[in-house]
């Protein structure tokens, strides 16, 4: 037979026809027809039949599929359908060589083959010059090229290639070279093993960065204003000098913006270099501006058009630009529609319900030196809110979730109560913060919006398993915390996941011991809305400890301190001055035994004290794990009844059950703000006074402060000592002669860079810088004789354990080493266990 075959080169554009059998050039003969085919002239069949040849991992009906040509089509023999099919299988780069081949033909019906010869398949892959501890990083963005199986084709190749490039150009090694070896795998057949080999070069930093044309600008506002290049200071550890392209160029726009805030409204940049210079043993880079600044321009007169709800006079408060004040147009933008504090034209009649609100500033004219605006307004109607969905809530239930949410159905939409929902939803702690989602989709033809929260849960609950030293022993706690515990489905087991939970309500169980010198046993339960329609919280909790010196009951020896105790609390959300205030009181009863407990300079018997206190509190702060802003204050009172002074008795040493009595005032504040991203400054202080009645009584020797340590429990606390931590010092380092103080003060600044938001993981590092002190009598004190101390520490947030952490610090005036130059000497390690120290 007489085969003859229409060749397709690996371009696809020439058709080659040849005869195995005939010489060069020589007419082919069909042998089925016996008559002579030109083939300078096109001539027309009908396809027979296609078949596909050398297809080993690609689908033969895929093939033909793909080129276009079916059975029983009329095709045209040469024509540009046969390159088009070429031309398609060529698209799908699976091929290394494409061919369509007559296979016979039967008078005017023709037999196609298709002959394909596929890549290999890719296998695996490895890396060269570089640590093993950067391969997860360079497979987390080769992973969606490299896919074990698919054909290995030139372009995943390099778009793996490209990807690694751009990881470590990001991480500044802008001389990245990378080469692949390929070789056949050996474990699977047809396939390859490609090999990374990565050369990273040296990292090249940004060694300056000159602007030319500067006049009216200062140098080093323009360095802040490019926020991602930044040239290689000692200082800049949080943020390494590197060159992005991308983010250069928007770094242009930053600079640009700035020139805008101070006046130079025409500010551009005439033209920029980056280039490389050798500087001793390595390549550093520099970038050069020109920048022409323009004049300086102000505000001329700023006029409204559409506004009905509200006058003139009332916008122009909100915006705040005088006629004459320096141009700024950041400011402009801000003041109308994106001020993160609320204090812009959109968020006011957002607030009153005009979803559909638009702004647009017109510059109306330029004079000289001024620029005339008018801020031309479309209030929009009124939109209400429609339906309120939750979505994702697994395991809490939806009126814990509703109770807190300010977006009501039928209530005008308001901005500030969509953020301030979602502020409180972020406080309960029982939802993932970085997913959290707030939807609001719009219905126009009915004016109203519906708004879905989209939440997912995370665990709250927490298990405590601690060891701590105290004194001169070792102390083990144990103890759980449910956040969101449900009493109401206590007595439905069928609901139990694992355990009741859903409704909001906390309970927890804590026991500490060192064995048998000391017990301690805690107990207490909140529920936060009693009654369910007003944020009205209900505490009960209670206690009891032991704490002996290991003697017998039969002993003389016997020392013993046993301490009982209840507490019931109510709590209320307030209005006025806003609602971030809330007011808290509760009546405490505590018993304390003692039997020649001389640790505490009383005589043996039983003292009972009954104390009221009341805490008044604003908690502003926008996330309680890692706060990036916001305030936390609380001021406490708590005190007794002046029993002496009502009944004359003072407490002589004869009288076997004697009444405490004292007045104690508590002041705490916690200020947060953001410095750079991830970048938290923390302020606090607190202060504390204990004070008396009765002149002749003086202070209780009872619920005095001691000041130091890490603040968590330990022997001191069951003596009716306030704990108030203080890195850098033991407790101890700063006792008041011993018997505890009766006033204190403390002061810190903490810097805090959060490592990873992973809210199943939470970690961040600080750095720290106390400074405070304790007095033993309220004449003694001086708020500026303060102790110091400065260290560093780490804090990683597991939800089933609480706050985890270390810190190390260094007590700049412990007493007893004065002169002494080793600084170990100085440092002290606290642990966090489950709880941040107070």
Do not use: C
């Not at 500087?279 to 506004?307: A, T």
């Not at 559909?356 to 209030?379: A, L, N």
């Not at 619920?703 to 101890?732: A, F, H, K």
Request: glycine share 8%; hydrophobic share 35%.
């Amino acid at each position: 037979m007489i085969k003859r075959t229409l060749f397709a080169s690996t371009l696809g554009l020439t058709l080659l026809w040849t005869n195995l059998y005939a010489q060069k050039n020589s007419p082919l003969v069909d042998s089925n027809e016996a008559k002579m085919l030109d083939y300078n002239h096109t001539q027309t069949y009908e396809i027979g039949g296609i078949n596909v040849k050398g297809a080993i991992y690609t689908d033969a009906n895929g093939i033909i599929a793909i080129t276009g040509l079916t059975i029983g089509e009329t095709i045209r023999i040469p024509s540009d359908q046969i390159s088009k099919a070429i031309r398609n299988l060529w698209k799908q780069q699976l091929f290394v060589d494409v061919a369509i081949n007559i296979e016979k033909t039967i008078g005017d019906i023709v037999f196609l083959e298709i002959e394909v010869q596929e890549y290999p398949r890719f296998a695996r892959h490895g890396y060269k010059g570089i640590p093993k501890g950067q391969h997860d990083d360079a497979n987390a963005v080769v992973q969606r090229y490299l896919q074990k199986g698919r054909a290995a084709t030139p372009a995943m190749k390099q778009s793996a290639i490209n990807a690694l490039k751009k990881l470590y150009i990001e991480k500044g090694f802008l001389d990245v070279a990378i080469e692949v070896d390929e070789t056949e795998d050996v474990i699977l057949k047809n396939s390859i093993r490609w090999i990374f080999n990565i050369q990273k070069g040296k990292r090249v930093r940004i060694a300056k960065i000159n602007f030319h044309g500067v006049k009216n600008a200062k140098k080093g506002k323009l360095y802040r204003s490019m926020k991602e290049t930044k040239r290689n200071n000692f200082w800049a550890i949080f943020k390494p000098s590197k060159f992005i392209q991308e983010e250069y160029e928007v770094d242009k726009n930053n600079l640009i913006a700035y020139y805008n805030s101070i006046g130079h409204r025409d500010a551009r940049i005439l033209k920029d270099s980056v280039y490389f210079v050798q500087k001793k043993n390595r390549k550093v880079l520099h970038i050069d501006m020109q920048v022409e600044e323009g004049n300086i321009y102000r505000f001329g007169s700023i006029k409204f058009k559409g506004n009905t709800i509200y006058s003139d006079r009332i916008l122009k408060n909100i915006i705040g630009i005088e006629k004459g004040a320096i141009y700024d147009k950041d400011l402009l933008t801000t003041r109308l529609e994106f001020d993160k504090n609320g204090r812009d034209l959109k968020t006011l009649y957002m607030d009153n319900g005009h979803l559909f609100f638009r702004v647009d500033p017109i510059e109306k004219g330029i004079r000289e030196d001024s620029i005339d605006y008018e801020i031309r307004i479309v209030e929009g109607p009124v939109a209400k809110i429609g339906a309120v969905r939750i979505i994702g809530n697994t395991r809490t239930s939806e009126h814990v979730i509703r109770r807190e949410l300010r977006t009501l159905p039928g209530n005008n939409f308001s901005r500030s109560d969509l953020i301030r929902s979602q502020r409180e939803l972020m406080a309960l702690n029982y939802f993932n913060p970085e997913t959290m989602q707030i939807n609001t989709p719009v219905n126009i033809e009915r004016g109203t919006v519906d708004i879905e929260y989209v939440l997912e849960e995370k665990i709250s609950d927490q298990i405590e398993l601690s060891a701590g030293w105290g004194g001169t022993t070792v102390f083990g706690t144990a103890g759980i915390k449910l956040t969101n515990f449900s009493l109401r489905k206590f007595f439905q087991p069928k609901t139990w996941n694992p355990l009741p939970a859903g409704d909001g309500q906390t309970l927890s169980f804590r026991i500490q011991t060192n064995g048998p010198s000391y017990q301690s046993y805690n107990f207490s339960f909140t529920e936060p809305w009693l009654g369910g329609k007003k944020p009205n919280s209900l505490t009960f909790s209670a206690y009891y400890s032991n704490f002996t010196n290991g003697y017998t009951e039969e002993s003389s020896a016997l020392r013993r301190l046993q301490v009982t105790g209840a507490t019931i609390g109510w709590g209320t959300r307030l209005r006025f001055p806003d609602d971030f205030f809330v007011y808290q009181a509760s009546l405490n009863y505590k018993k304390m035994d003692l039997l020649r407990w001389d640790d505490i300079n009383v005589p043996s018997g039983t003292y009972h004290n009954l104390s009221f206190n009341q805490t008044i509190s604003r908690n502003s702060v926008d996330n309680p794990i890692f706060p990036t802003k916001g305030s936390n204050i609380a001021l406490s009172m708590s005190f007794t009844l002046p029993y002496s002074l009502l009944s004359n008795n003072n407490e002589t040493s004869g009288t076997k059950d004697r009444l405490v009595e004292y007045h104690k005032w508590d002041f705490t504040t916690e200020w947060y703000g953001k410095i750079a991203k991830n970048f938290v400054v923390k302020i606090g202080g607190k202060m504390g006074f204990l004070g008396y009645y009765n002149p002749d009584l003086g202070v209780t020797p009872f619920d005095r402060y001691e000041l130091g340590g890490n603040g968590l429990s330990n022997p001191q606390t069951v003596q009716g000592r306030d704990v108030i931590s203080m890195r850098g010092y033991e407790l101890g380092d700063l006792a008041a002669n011993g018997a505890g103080a009766t006033i204190y003060n403390k002061f810190s600044l903490e810097f805090r860079y959060l490592i990873s938001p992973n809210p199943s993981a939470t970690i961040w590092a600080l750095a720290f810088l106390e400074a405070g002190n304790a007095w033993s009598n309220a004449k003694d004190y001086n708020p500026f004789d303060l102790k110091r101390s400065a260290g560093l520490g780490f804090r990683i947030f597991l939800p089933m354990f609480g706050t985890l952490g270390v810190d190390y610090g260094i007590g700049f005036d412990k007493p007893n080493l004065s002169g002494v130059k080793d600084f170990t000497k100085y440092g002290t390690f606290n642990i966090v266990l489950g709880v941040e120290p107070k």
